[in-house]
């Protein structure tokens, strides 16, 4: 019964603590600023408030005599920002990738049903249905602005490691040029159609070996060679290009593609292509804009990225809580007899609390800064490489973001803040006389 | 009787930083079994010095000394724990006993040393708790008794392994008169009916007309030595 | 041992201190096991004992492309190759994409190469038997509701029919049980008969996505593997052959270096573990000073001593380390069975005995390294000094 007893304690106060701690993680950040805002003005303005600053400003003094309790705060908690910041760091630098590669004004046309271009297969004849819709903007010569583009996936070896890894090799039609102005050759030249050539993008080109220009390669038995590295900015920077036709007959895929990529008129005209080309009955097609397309490419892994870094910091988080309540009822009890005598002298129970508060906030906040600045310095535009939706290679780089600086602090505020909370009330209910008795 | 402790020529030095500290010079003492010795002195006179190199706590730095014919005055700190687990039981002035350890396992300590099983550790604890009149608060805590109750276990402690010496270091100093009047009463019952050699420091010269025997020290030399009365009715030291 | 309610009593003398830190050890070790679960998912791909005794050959270029069906019978032919199937990938959906579970097209002797997966013997000779017979795992067919003889339709996101549809309706004749339960994520299959789908599809036809080659003696993974690849040297679809093992690790390791990343999350909480800890215990041993300068004059040695303080830091991590892994081990369960399984395995292994293993050294050795100053200090103590307080 004893056990039961004290099972059912500790699981009370488990849930006092991580019940307050999820509460103040979830608060929007206004809420939060607003609210260190009133307390900054209460702590100058109030006499209250100015006994709080003095009591910290003793409490703080003494921190040197526990150094050791209080760097376990610090560090806890900077490692818990320092986690969480990376690891949003990565879905964010991963999405954000994925994002700018698509446009409202361009579409992708699949086969019906096919989830990615990978799956796709788009005939030839089909391809040129899409291409006629009177949606697709032409360019200056009268073409439209179309490209039937072909995606397969090819083996090379890593750069460092040696590992093979796919990458994928997008044909592209002629087109592909106006299609993506954003497109620049950084190196070298561009593919001749009809010749064995291709441009690796610049990610591909940092990511596998065997991509400098010049160089050459075999694909599916056959000698390409290398002829220039390109720059688009986006997704595709992990991709390497060449002629469609001629990738289709290395591959054998004759004349069909995985896909058709379109420039519309403008973005609101993409309803009208798609109802065109869902009427046409020679079509069985799927039809969205890259927006839509990119954003789907990168929801899956960027929740689970999220999910699993939101856990992992709300467990280290816990465990820094724990760390904090321990040093902070340390630092209470060392300081009964201090506490006892400003209360006889005539003190109130607020500030005492606050100030308790006040001090292990403090220790937060510098645990959070080093944390942050810490994956800040190591992570910031840290490159990384992880599976896409297409089998192949996706480079990104970890995004550390002002807004996900200011959120690891928010948790270091709120682990404070919980970690000080209890030790802070046991401050102020301690009997005077109790107190006293330690001297 | 024979002296169960016989120290020769005994010195203790300390070295604080530069300072050389002579706490006793040349000290030479028998002590014969069965007898009940208090130590006194004013403070600095080296009593409780002399007291841990007995009880082996410490080692001299010059000299010997010798308990039940066995010379520990050159024992390494290993040999000298080996030996102090058989030969000495501690009471002190704030009665040191574990917290977070009730009475009986608080008594039980000492016989951990040995490889008596768990049930022979408990009924020796017991006998000893009942022969200081504490049976019944065997499963307390020490918070839960008063001062001279928590000596009264220490004793009972320092007993249980039936040890050649009882070494008490102010053992009713943090004790009421009526309570330290207990203690010094079980002591010489110990000392009277049990046949147990038992050497006191105290600065209580009420306390020391307890013992059977008073030695003075002062400035690390012994002084004086008076006998009690009742000594030669000592049934203990005839025996 | 005797001197266990010793350790134990110093231990809890502090109740509400030990218990806060025991909290934070266990918070450490639920992350353990939680990472090193998913750490080894992908490190090892599959790990029952009929795996060591597969090859898998796809196509050199990517897995991605189709082997003709004319290599089975040379692959067949090859000495120490006791038995050859093959599998073409269907990605097919149910109803939503979010229902998502593999479906592959497989050769009617399939599962003899995967004696793991428990398929009575009257519903093999049905899936023999019957053009549109489909075999599901127990895990999928719970999830639907699926019985034998239902009839299940999925939507083709790669291969649509000759007609143009991409309705491709099956019936299920069996369903098969994995018996070890570190490898029930693969009761998540759903396999039909390759002539069916090689009948039916639009394109492709006669070609397979992969071969599974059962090995006679599994020293001669390496010899077998190079024969086989030999016989499409220098042809347009040069294969690439390698155990079943390394194929799977292969796969799981382009999805990201998951070791490296589980390592400094690990690194970053034990530092704070340690850092942690060792506060806790040096706060305990200094206020102890005293009793343990008390057992010392009691007669316990030095090393007695030395021992007592390393036990009791072990047994703070050791109990606050088998808590959080044994919370890791709940969580671990309860999320396989929710969670799809996304390909052939899930991305979590069961908190098994390699795991407790790993955690069990680290808590005794994080209790050691910890200990370690305390237990010197209360080991080095002199009695005299200790006890007037100095």
């Known amino acids: 019964m004893n056990v039961l007893r004290k099972l059912g304690t500790a699981a009370t106060m488990l849930g006092a603590i991580v019940v307050p701690m999820v509460v103040l993680l979830a608060a929007p950040w206004w809420l939060v600023a607003a609210s260190v805002a009133a307390f900054a003005a209460w702590m100058a303005l109030t006499r209250a408030g100015r006994q709080a600053v003095s009591i910290t400003r ?376 109790e107190g006293l008795r330690e001297l | 009787m024979g002296a169960i402790v016989e120290i020769r020529d005994l010195s203790k030095v300390y070295e604080r930083g530069k300072q050389r500290v002579e706490v006793l010079h040349h000290v030479n003492l028998d002590i014969e079994e069965g007898d009940f010795v208090a130590l006194m002195g004013p403070s600095g006179s080296g009593k409780s010095t002399l007291l841990n190199l007995i009880g082996g706590l410490d080692s001299p730095t010059g ?8 010379r520990i005055d050159k024992l390494s ?12 039981g501690f009471v002190f002035q704030f009665y040191n006993l574990l917290p977070m350890l009730s009475a009986q396992k608080n008594v039980e300590l000492p016989l951990l040393l040995t490889r008596l099983s768990a049930a022979q550790r408990k009924r020796h604890a017991s006998t000893a708790l009942e022969l200081v009149g504490l049976a019944e608060r065997a499963a307390h805590k020490p918070s839960e008794l008063s001062g001279g109750q928590q000596q009264r276990v220490a004793i009972a402690r320092a007993i249980v392994s039936d040890p050649t010496l009882l070494v008490g270091d102010e053992p009713t100093g943090d004790l009421d008169r009526q309570s330290a009047v207990e203690i010094l009463t079980l002591l010489r019952e110990l000392n009277r009916d049990h046949g147990k050699t038992i050497i006191m420091v105290t600065h209580d010269p009420k306390a020391a007309e307890y013992a059977l025997r008073t030695l003075h020290l002062d400035k690390g030399t012994l002084v004086e030595t008076e006998e009690s009365p009742t000594r030669e009715r000592s049934e203990a030291l005839r025996a | 041992m005797k001197y266990f309610h010793l350790i134990w009593a110093a231990l809890f003398r502090r109740k509400t201190r030990t218990l806060f830190t025991l909290f934070s050890v266990l918070a450490a070790f639920l992350l353990f096991g939680l990472l090193d679960s998913v750490r080894s998912a992908f490190a090892v791909g599959s790990s029952s004992v009929a795996a060591a005794e597969r090859l898998i050959t796809v196509s050199r270029i990517s897995f991605t492309l189709a082997l003709p069906k004319s290599l089975l019978a040379r692959i067949q032919a090859v000495p120490g190759a006791a038995d050859v199937t093959y599998a073409n990938w269907f990605g097919g959906v149910y109803q939503d994409p979010k229902n998502f579970f593999p479906s592959q097209a ?6 003899d190469l995967y004696p793991e997966w428990e398929l009575a013997p009257d519903q093999r000779k049905a899936f023999h038997d019957i053009r549109t017979g489909a075999v599901v795992g127990a895990t999928l067919a719970e999830k639907f509701h699926w019985k034998v003889g239902d009839k299940i339709p999925l939507q083709a996101t790669i291969f649509p ?39 039916a ?47 799977m690790a292969a796969m799981m390791g382009q999805f990201a270096d998951i070791g490296l990343i589980v390592g400094t999350i690990m690194g970053a909480v034990f530092f704070t573990l340690v850092l942690l800890t060792g506060n ?16 010392k004059t009691v007669g316990f040695t030095s090393r007695t001593v030395l021992g007592l303080v390393l036990g009791e830091s072990v047994l703070l991590l050791v109990l606050g380390g088998v808590a959080g892994l044994g919370l890791a081990g709940a969580v671990v369960s309860a999320v396989r069975t929710s969670l799809p399984a996304m390909g052939p395995t899930s991305p979590m292994v069961p908190v098994g005995e390699a795991i407790w293993l790993r955690g069990l050294g680290l808590m005794v050795l994080t209790g050691l390294v910890v200990g370690a100053l305390p237990a010197l200090k209360g080991m080095r103590l002199r009695i005299v000094d200790a006890l007037s307080g100095h």
């Open chain 3, 106 to 111: 497989v050769a009617d002797n399939f599962f």
């Open chain 1, 58 to 433: 003793v409490g703080i003094a003494t921190i040197t005599q526990r150094l050791g309790s209080s760097a376990v705060v610090v560090v806890g908690i900077a490692g818990v920002v320092g986690v969480l910041v990376a690891l949003l760091a990565m879905a964010a630098g991963f999405e954000a990738t994925l994002k700018q590669t698509g446009a409202d004004d361009t579409a992708i046309v699949l086969r019906a049903g096919a989830q990615t271009e990978n799956n796709s297969i788009v005939d030839h004849d089909s391809a040129e249905i899409v291409s006629q819709a009177p949606q697709v903007l032409k360019n200056s010569q009268g073409q439209p602005i179309a490209s039937p583009e072909l995606v397969v996936v090819a083996s090379l070896p890593k750069r460092g490691t040696g590992l093979t890894a796919n990458v994928e090799l997008r044909g592209v039609g002629e087109r592909a040029w106006d299609l993506r102005p954003n497109v620049k050759i950084t190196n070298g030249r561009k593919f001749q159609p009809g010749l064995r050539e291709l441009i690796a993008g610049k990610s591909a080109h940092e990511q596998f070996a065997g991509l400098d220009v010049g160089s050459n390669l075999k694909l599916n038995g056959q000698l390409w060679t290398v002829v220039g590295i390109f720059d688009s900015e986006d997704s595709h920077n992990s991709e390497i290009w060449a002629d469609t036709a001629v990738v289709g007959t290395t591959y054998r895929r004759g004349s069909s593609t995985t896909s058709v990529n379109v420039r519309l008129v403008d973005a609101g005209s993409f309803d009208a292509f798609k109802a065109a080309l869902a009427s046409d009955p020679r079509l069985r097609v799927d039809v969205m804009t890259t927006r839509d397309y990119y954003n789907r490419q990168s929801e899956t892994l960027t929740s689970e990225i999220r999910i699993l870094g939101t856990t992992v910091a709300l467990i280290m988080a816990i465990g820094a809580v724990f760390g904090a309540l321990n040093t902070m009822y340390a630092a209470v009890s060392a300081r009964a007899r201090e506490i006892a005598t400003l209360r006889a002298i005539g003190f109130r129970g607020a500030p005492v609390v606050v100030s308790v508060l006040l001090e292990t906030t403090l220790l937060a906040v510098v645990g959070g800064a080093i944390g942050a600045t810490l994956t800040w310095a190591i992570f910031d535009n840290y490159t990384a490489s992880t599976l896409g939706t297409n089998f192949s290679q996706v480079v990104f780089s970890f995004s550390v973001s002002p807004l996900l600086l200011w959120s690891g602090l928010k948790w270091a505020l709120a682990i404070g803040f919980v970690g000080g909370l209890f030790p802070a009330m046991r401050a102020a209910r301690m009997p005077v006389t």
């Open chain 3, 161 to 199: 029919q000759k007609n143009n549809s991409n309705t491709w309706t099956f019936d299920v004749v069996g369903i098969y049980h994995v018996a070890d339960p570190n490898l029930r994520g693969q009761e998540n299959n759903f396999f039909f008969k390759w002539d069916y789908f090689d009948e």
């Open chain 3, 201 to 247: 599809r639009q394109f492709g036809n006669g070609t397979v996505g992969w071969y599974v080659v059962k090995l006679a003696d599994r020293n001669r993974a390496d010899q077998v593997a190079e024969a086989i690849d030999a016989l499409s040297a220098d042809s347009d679809h040069e294969t690439k052959t390698e155990s079943e093992q390394a194929f």
């Open chain 2, 77 to 88: 700190e290993d040999a000298l724990a080996n030996w102090r687990a058989s030969n000495v």
């Open chain 3, 280 to 295: 806790t215990m040096a706060q305990a041993v200094r206020e102890r000073i005293p009793e343990l300068a008390v057992l």
């Open chain 2, 63 to 70: 000299g010997t000394v010798a308990v039940a014919g066995k």
